[in-house]
């Protein structure tokens, strides 16, 4: 297994079948792979809806949270309990074009210091509502500005990552909003891709305005702190002296 697609999901029922037959069409082939779905408390059909596709699929697996903890926590059991090196994080809304995983794998696996880097998907032609872009560009403007983070889109749930580096940064609530910028707190690098970005064709959105503009600020200023209490040591070589 080289590569775990962990899907963060909450009453996502009609979009389970066409993201996971998406995904098997770009992956299949390609890369060993698992896909790991968990359930964050959603109400409807969602965890019933996976586990009648695993039966053709053995490496579809479902983990269910009794109760919705949010996305990060989501996103943080699907990676705990990932088999392979490397993570990919996808939306389950389908908005994302799982196709996209490929390209951002392509690159993963050909980068020389992948073990240090993320891959930050940056949808090009956003198609949602113009509130939701207005709140998107904000948000991400005043995060850059802050955090100097070097990606334009951060709130993109398509990234590829080593596991391990996944592991070693900080969680808190929301933290799936911050990775960019505590990747690069821990040493390491981001790189954006331009990627597709699609209507949402089934279901509603979990989120709103108010999600996107003050939630985080907390959060914000506790990246921040984290940033300015960095340190990261430069090993020398041991000569034996």
């Not at 490496?59 to 996103?75: M, N």
């Not at 949808?123 to 995060?143: F, G, L, W, Y």
């Not at 940064?169 to 505590?182: G, K, M, Q, S, V």
Request: aromatic residues 6%.
């Amino acid at each position: 297994m080289e590569l775990s697609v962990v899907i963060p999901a909450r009453n996502e029922a009609p979009n389970i079948a066409p993201l996971v037959a998406e995904i098997r069409a770009a992956l299949d082939g390609v890369v060993a792979y698992e896909i790991i779905y968990v359930d964050d408390g959603s109400s409807d059909q969602t965890a019933a809806t996976i586990r009648a596709l695993i039966p053709s699929l053995p490496t579809l697996r479902v983990i269910r949270h009794a109760k919705s903890c949010g996305q990060s926590a989501a996103v943080q059991t699907g990676v705990k309990a990932a088999q392979s090196p490397w993570i990919a994080t996808l939306d389950a809304d389908g908005q994302n074009d799982p196709a996209d995983i490929r390209k951002l794998w392509d690159i993963a696996r050909t980068t020389a210091d992948g073990d240090k880097v993320i891959l930050a998907g940056h949808r090009q032609k956003r198609r949602d509502t113009a509130i939701k872009r207005m709140s998107s560009r904000i948000a991400n403007r005043v995060r850059g500005a802050m955090l100097k983070d070097r990606t334009p889109d951060t709130g993109c749930g398509l990234k590829v990552l080593r596991r391990e580096l996944y592991m070693s940064l900080p969680f808190f609530d929301h933290n799936h909003r911050f990775l960019p910028a505590l990747v690069l707190r821990a040493g390491g690098r981001v790189q954006s891709v331009p990627i597709g970005h699609r209507p949402r064709e089934r279901g509603v959105s979990n989120y709103g305005l108010f999600d996107r503009l003050w939630v985080g600020i907390v959060d914000l200023f506790g990246v921040m702190w984290l940033q300015h209490r960095a340190k990261n040591p430069i090993i020398l070589a041991d000569d034996g002296s």
